[in-house]
């Protein structure tokens, strides 16, 4: 098989456009988070919550944000494991979920889980039984009848009943239904995830690794597992190298030889384009993290700042906060990697407007 020749532009533009940050932009919300195969969910909104900047970045301004929560209560989008996902793709990991907690020989902290579980049985067949009769309900309706108690040395310790529904989830017996307000709703899985045939599990594989490279554009076979969605793909694709960057790649065939109409667009920290730090590094030469959970005096960009994309660049960081009281979006900093042409300056500020107007807000620059 050829092995593809990429240069780290053509590389960066593979992956730009693979997730829907070049021109033309999307336009149904839905079919974003199809392509994108999730929609990752965290409280955070120092500017707006992560999955609304995600939304936001691919679809403009048009984005409303009350349309998300239309299509997951119309369970078009389905709440799994802290990422929102598009109906037809829980037929992919179904049968997973039945081989609960995992194939071949378990690790230790499996048995933990499996003990665990199994010693709360009772627990268990009461909130299948009230989910049955009184479902959906939040996790204050539910009844904590553990026997066992869930030790953890961080914040889930004795949290029992959370814990178990996570468990459960796992195992395919129950779902989240929507929100009431920023309480998840539960009710049995089988109400909730579509009527559609399991698929076999090496199948279901093999589909989601091709989603994801079509997703990414661009990825290694094989990296080092992450906690959620993984980063690699196996050997789907076809291979390419990357001039100037070790090892070879994985590359979606179908992004080769594309037009390339780039654009301007700020990311959510935990946009899928920059949420790889080492591929970050090796495609775009970009140096990022997210500084929430540093001291303030130790950061550089700022609590919550976000990549700044121009093209096919990540060209810097803005932090900004979004202060609805006062009405305003209070940029703090535009760090520029390099220093900005006039050009660059310009589709920066723009967007910053952008932003500000879609959040309702004035923008109020530091002096």
């Known amino acids: ?19 829907l940050l070049a021109e033309p932009r999307p336009t149904d919300l839905v079919e974003v988070v199809r392509h994108l195969t999730l929609l990752q969910l965290d409280p955070t909104a120092s500017i707006a919550p992560a999955a609304d900047l995600v939304l936001w970045s691919r679809l403009g301004s048009a984005y409303d944000r009350d349309a998300l929560r239309v299509a997951r209560d119309q369970l078009e989008l389905i709440e799994l494991q802290g990422t929102l996902r598009t109906d037809d793709y829980l037929a992919l990991v179904r049968a997973d979920m039945e081989a609960w907690p995992g194939t071949g020989e378990l690790k230790p902290w499996q048995h933990e889980r499996v003990a665990w ?35 953890s040395s961080g914040w889930t310790n004795n949290q029992n009943v959370t814990r178990l529904l996570e468990f459960m989830v796992a195992r395919g017996e129950v779902a989240t239904a929507g929100r009431e307000g920023r309480e998840r709703l539960w009710d049995l899985a089988e109400r909730v995830y579509p009527d559609e045939p399991v698929v076999p599990a090496e199948e279901a594989a093999v589909r989601r690794a091709e989603l994801r490279l079509s997703s990414l554009g661009l990825a290694r076979a094989k990296v080092a597992l992450v906690p959620g969605e993984p980063f690699d793909v196996g050997e789907i694709g076809e291979p390419a190298v990357v001039e100037g960057v070790k ?14 109409s780039g654009r301007t667009a700020l990311l959510s920290p935990f946009d899928r384009l920059v949420k790889d730090r080492k591929r970050l590094t090796e495609l775009f030469e970009f140096d990022y993290y997210l500084e929430m959970f540093k001291p303030a005096a130790q950061r550089r960009w700022g609590y919550y700042a976000l990549p700044i994309l121009v093209g096919d660049r990540l060209v810097g960081k803005l932090d900004a906060t979004a202060e609805h009281a006062e009405g305003v979006l209070r940029v703090d900093a535009i760090h520029e990697d390099e220093p900005f042409d006039a050009t660059t300056a310009a589709s920066v500020r723009a967007e910053i407007e952008d932003l500000a107007g879609w959040l309702g807000l004035e923008v109020l620059y530091a002096d």
């Open 117 to 151: 579980v199994e010693a709360n049985g009772g627990c268990r067949h009461d909130i299948l039984e009230l989910l049955r009769t009184d479902g959906p309900l939040t996790s204050r309706d539910l009844p904590d009848t553990c026997a066992v108690p869930w030790r």
């Open 247 to 260: 090892g070879t790649w994985r590359v979606d065939p179908a992004q080769l030889d594309l037009p390339f």
């Open 1 to 19: 098989m050829t092995v593809h020749q990429l240069s780290r532009a053509d590389a960066r533009r593979i992956a730009v456009r693979a997730q």
